[in-house]
């Protein structure tokens, strides 16, 4: 499941043909189905969603790649 954000839909359409439906991180041929725009910089790091929200902070992973970087993400923060 990937919560619906205003104006995510233009966003992953545009982020996915810059990454030519590929996933950013290792190449496998993604479509939008099953695809994920994820933020580079987490959201939190910004001051406003609108701020962590451009073309420059998303990339296009896979479901493995997608899962791969939640589960450091998620491991960092409880290091914390």
Known sequence: ??????G?????GQALR??????EQCSTGISWVGSYL???RPVGEFASFEQANTLDN?????PAC???KT???RS???EK
């Open 1 to 6: 499941y990937e919560p619906r954000r205003g």
């Open 8 to 12: 995510q839909m233009d966003m992953k």
């Open 18 to 23: 810059r990454a030519g439906y590929k996933c």
């Open 38 to 40: 994820d933020h580079i």
């Open 58 to 62: 998303v990339q296009m992973l896979c």
């Open 66 to 68: 997608h899962r791969e």
């Open 71 to 73: 589960r450091r993400e």
């Open 76 to 78: 960092k923060a409880v």
